[in-house]
Nanobody, 127 residues
């Protein structure tokens, strides 16, 4: 049974930093694309960042603008999102996701193919 679970959310001041983590289990983690998404009430889910199985390809939502860094450690099945220069618009529920539809594919195929999701971790940024 595939499970992904986020941790590390919380509160930060504008201009501050937070680091999110995601632990995956029940799957050979190193085979699959991983990603971070976020959602605020009344808005659609949006892709924050994605990373290939080998870690060599990363993609970011346009709003990231160099502030966030996605990384992964395949040895311990963990995904990270380092978020710097936070602003109140970054306030959202952040979700970790895994794309099990493609194995060992390092090319980016878009945000739509992620099919396993965590329950989310909340990030609140105050001005």
């Amino acid at each position: 049974q595939v499970q992904v679970k986020e941790s590390g959310g919380g509160s930060a001041q504008a201009g501050g930093s937070l680091r999110l983590s995601c632990a995956a289990s029940g799957v050979i983690y190193r085979r699959y694309y991983m990603g971070w998404f976020r959602q605020t009430p009344g808005k659609d889910l949006e892709g924050v960042a994605g990373i290939s199985p080998d870690g060599g390809t990363t993609v970011y939502g346009d709003f990231v603008k160099g502030r966030f860094t996605i990384s992964r450690t395949n040895a311990n099945n963990t995904l990270y999102l380092q978020m710097n220069s936070l602003n109140p618009d970054d306030t959202a529920m952040y979700f970790c996701a895994l794309d099990s539809t493609r194995e060992y594919e390092n090319t980016w195929s878009g945000w739509e193919s992620f099919d396993y999701w965590g329950r989310g971790t909340r990030v609140t940024v105050s001005s």
